[in-house]
């Protein structure tokens, strides 16, 4: 079992930054890849981005590449989503994450275990 807990949403202006954070306990040590997803009023869930528990490989949406940053303290079972230069089309309530399995399929939300209870992200143009 795997415990998610998202924080650090909020209201931004467009073109500011905000991060959120999830902090992982339970079984952390299993977890291959954590990943972060948000979900927009009326819209799917989509992939924004995930990385690897163990190595730190990381992945990205094109539709953030270059503005979002994941990372990952292990020592502090926390991933964190650094978002820059944020436009309206980002809001949504954004979810972390976890897979325990190797999977390459990291954009995939069905692959995933474990998931917090969402963050909620609101970019005002």
């Known amino acids: 079992q795997v415990e998610l807990v998202e924080s650090g949403g909020g209201l931004v202006q467009a073109g500011g930054s905000l991060r959120v954070s999830c902090a992982a306990s339970?079984?952390?040590?299993?977890?291959?890849?954590m990943g972060w997803f948000r979900q927009a009023p009326g819209k799917e869930r989509e992939f924004v981005a995930a990385v690897r528990w163990s190595g730190g490989s990381t992945y990205y949406a094109d539709s953030v590449k270059g503005r979002f940053t994941i990372s990952r303290d292990n020592a502090k079972n926390t991933v964190y989503l650094q978002m820059n230069s944020l436009k309206p089309e980002d809001t949504a309530v954004y979810y972390c994450?976890?897979?325990?399995?190797?999977?390459?399929?990291?954009?995939?939300?069905?692959?995933?275990?474990?998931w917090g209870q969402g963050t909620q992200v609101t970019v005002s143009s």
């Open positions: 994450a976890a897979d325990m399995s190797y999977s390459s399929m990291y954009a995939t939300a069905a692959r995933y275990d474990y």
């Open positions: 339970g079984r952390t040590l299993a977890i291959y890849i």
